[in-house]
């Protein structure tokens, strides 16, 4: 069974390393050089200042997955709205992990007064995110056509988005 919680310092190296397999072989991230484990920590890190969470995915206390938020855009403005990030380990994927991950980091994000999630996914063929963010109740809102290039090949970045809260129908506190 897995469990999902708040990320801890000694999960910084399970969580690079599982980036780091996407960065090398995916195209759901467009970095191209995986970051170290100093620069994952620095991500974490201001993730959490701005008070947004950043949770992993364990099972049998082995980290297998991990999901955060962080403002949409750096400016203070966006602060309402977060884009969202989710990477499996991959003899982890197709056990409903992902989903777990995003339906918790919603139900976070809304409390720390997030008004709009955003997925920001690479690559149109990416059919595992773009499935699991329209599960949990994410309506496409465009997609950019060729504005990727990874593996001498052209991607698209599909975005979509979900209304958490209030949305737009108050000013936020």
């Known amino acids: 069974m897995p469990t999902i919680r708040p990320s801890r310092d000694e999960d910084v190296e399970a969580i690079t390393s ?7 072989h995916g195209t759901g991230t467009f970095e191209v050089d995986p970051p170290s ?15 947004l969470p950043w949770l992993v995915a364990a099972v049998d206390n082995r980290v297998c997955g ?4 962080n403002w949409f855009k750096p400016r203070p403005a966006y602060r309402f709205s977060a884009e969202d ?4 380990a991959p003899h982890a994927k197709g056990q409903g992990l992902g989903r777990a991950l995003l339906a918790e980091l919603a139900s976070q994000a809304e409390r720390a007064g997030v008004r709009k999630l955003i997925a920001v996914i690479g690559d149109s063929s ?21 504005c990727g290039w990874k593996f001498d090949r052209w991607l698209d970045v599909v975005l979509m988005e979900r209304t958490l809260g209030l949305g737009d129908t108050t000013a936020p506190p």
Do not use: K, W
Request: net charge positive; hydrophobic share 45%; charged share 10%.
């Open 66 to 69: 991990f999901a955060y938020c």
């Open 126 to 146: 990416n059919t595992g995110s773009i499935g699991v963010h329209r599960a949990l109740g994410f309506q496409p809102v465009g997609v950019l056509a060729s």
């Open 37 to 51: 484990a100093t620069d994952m920590a620095a991500r974490r890190a201001e993730v959490l200042s701005r008070g």
């Open 85 to 88: 990030s989710i990477y499996l």
């Open 18 to 24: 599982i980036y780091a397999h996407h960065v090398l």
